[in-house]
């Protein structure tokens, strides 16, 4: 392995395992509480062991982590020798450093060691507080031991203490077989408890493996759910696909979905939604099974509505173009289904009574199945974004989707209340953590609120909103350009193809003219060529 201080710098990931909110806890101190595995790892010329920690005791020190070998119980010890002092054993020797550890606070502790230098250090959160040279230099740690998480080993795999047993809490606990670095333990720190954070190489043992183990005594696994609510890696990305003139049965989000469960009588899927097509009949979700494409299907056949199990409700409600919408749409086998429009009950009735939703279906995100995971069209593929698309275990109340759309808050997430409730059957996240297919691409920044979105970091941005005085028109005028500079067109208003050109950041200018009976307006990326066209008008944005 490199020596210390020479691998790799942290970064962000998407996934952080299904441990993200799971917290191991060790109530009181006894010898029963505990884990107990061997980790199968190889014989170590380096070591990384990191934790967040919560202490609910105060006395003498105590310890979290044993690792023992045939001849040798101290071959890994991390803990506290007194209280506030960590101390980290290998191979019988150890070093340590006192820096105070708070009773019932989180804490993020390291330690690290390299075999071919002899550096060793101690991080607590984040900060290097203890480096000692020399440490184990040309040693190895010895395979085929016994690691026991939550007890010191005085025999393998036993003979434990009381009096040193950890009492408290522990999350995210991982073991590389090399010495990360300091930037790489102050990235996972800044990362936060809650926050998504890991290296480039993954560690040898994950906090996964950890929860996967059997538990002893009273230890247990407790949810937090203090970190539902906090910022997710799908914050303020707006999934985003080509508009009217560029659809494409290539573009699309397809996955099959764990719903938790093999079967449902209800659910409720909310989305905001914003679309760029003046036509009829597009869908932007769909859930196909053997035996029924038309499982469950959203979208527009002229109206918005809902169809399952190929029966539909259809409102009254036709939606504009370049405009964001709250949709909710709930159903129930056994009740009436709904559509809500911004929070409003715009349409309630009979649907697909008596059925039953299975799991094993395709669900696509952007086209219509005529088959299972096939069959499209493209004059019925999706033109629009979406964001924050959340499925639920149970039919929506009026309140409940009231709280759901907040008012009008487009970046506010999930209420806290639906996780802790373990209604979320599937979340926007999951999306986001999806290769999209196609030209479909998730957009935050600039991208996003161009097209539309709202913006979700508080900037004041009137310095660099659309301006509709910004606009220039010249009559009788054609603007042309090389094929690579088209980028399609938009039908509808003029002041919808502005909108939309503005969206997209690429377009310089329009060309609109009226065709079949309709107004037809050409993006364009650049303006260099300008031909007299009674017919066609031309516009761009200057400002």
Request: a negative charge; proline letters at 2%; aromatic letters at 12%.
């Amino acid at each position: 392995m490199l020596a210390f201080g020479t691998f790799l710098l942290a970064l962000s990931s998407l996934v952080a395992g299904e441990g993200h909110n799971s917290i191991l806890n060790f109530p009181t101190a006894s010898t029963a509480n505990y884990i107990s595995f061997n980790p199968d790892w190889p014989t170590l010329n380096g070591l990384t062991v990191c934790s967040w920690q919560k202490k609910a005791y105060s006395d003498k020190g105590r310890y979290w982590f044993s690792y023992a070998v045939s001849g040798s119980t101290n071959e890994i010890i991390l803990g506290e020798r007194e209280a506030g002092a960590y101390v980290f054993y290998l191979g019988g020797n150890s070093f340590g450093v006192t820096v105070g550890a708070p009773e019932n606070q989180w804490v993020h502790v390291c330690a690290t060691w390299d075999s071919g230098s002899g550096v060793s250090t101690i991080s607590v959160n984040g900060e290097l507080k203890k480096t000692q040279e020399d440490f184990k230099k040309g040693w190895s740690i010895t395979s085929g031991g016994i690691l026991v998480i939550g007890q010191e080993q005085d025999s393998v795999g036993g003979n434990f203490d009381a009096n040193q047993a950890f009492v408290g809490r522990l999350s995210n606990i991982n073991v590389w077989d090399f010495a990360l670095n300091s930037t790489d333990i102050a990235f996972m720190y800044d990362a936060g408890f809650c926050g998504y954070s890991t290296t480039a190489e993954d560690p040898i043992l994950s906090y996964d493996d950890f929860l996967s183990q059997d538990l002893n005594g009273d230890a247990t696994v407790v949810e937090d759910r203090s970190c539902m609510d906090l910022e997710d890696p799908s914050d303020g990305q707006v999934l985003r696909f080509p508009t009217q003139s560029k659809a494409s049965t290539a573009n699309f989000l397809q996955f099959t979905p764990d719903f938790g469960t093999d079967e449902f009588l209800e659910f409720s899927i909310c989305t905001w939604f914003f679309k760029t097509y003046a036509d009829q009949s597009r869908y932007f979700l769909s859930y196909a099974q053997s035996g029924s494409t038309n499982s469950i299907i959203l979208g527009e056949e002229a109206t918005l509505g809902i169809w399952v199990s190929d029966s539909k409700l259809l409102s009254d409600v036709f939606l504009d173009q370049q405009r964001w919408y709250h949709l909710c749409f709930t159903w129930a086998s056994d009740s009436t289904s709904a559509i809500y429009v911004d929070g409003e009950k715009v349409k309630e009735g009979n649907l697909a009574q008596g059925k039953t939703k299975t799991s094993g279906g395709v669900l696509n995100i952007g086209q219509e199945q005529d088959s299972v995971g096939g069959g499209y069209d493209a004059s019925q593929a999706f033109a629009g974004s979406l964001y924050n698309l959340n499925m639920f275990n149970i039919k929506l109340t009026d309140d409940q989707v009231a709280a759901i759309y907040a008012d009008g808050t487009f970046c506010k997430k999930v209420p806290g209340e639906f996780w802790e409730a373990g209604q979320v059957m599937l979340a926007y996240k999951d999306l986001y953590g999806l290769i999209p297919d196609g030209d479909v691409t998730f957009d935050n920044g600039e991208e996003a609120w161009r097209h539309g979105a709202m913006h979700c970091d508080s900037l004041d941005l009137d310095e660099d909103a659309h301006k509709p005085e910004c606009w220039v028109m010249e009559e009788n005028t054609e603007y042309k350009n090389k094929k690579n500079g088209d980028l399609g067109y938009i039908v509808g208003t003029v002041d919808e193809a502005k909108a939309a050109c503005y969206a997209t950041g690429a377009c310089k200018t329009l060309t609109c003219y009226q065709k079949s009976g309709e107004n037809r307006c050409d993006m364009k990326s650049s303006f260099e060529k300008s031909n007299g066209d009674k017919k066609k008008t031309s516009y761009t944005y200057r400002c």
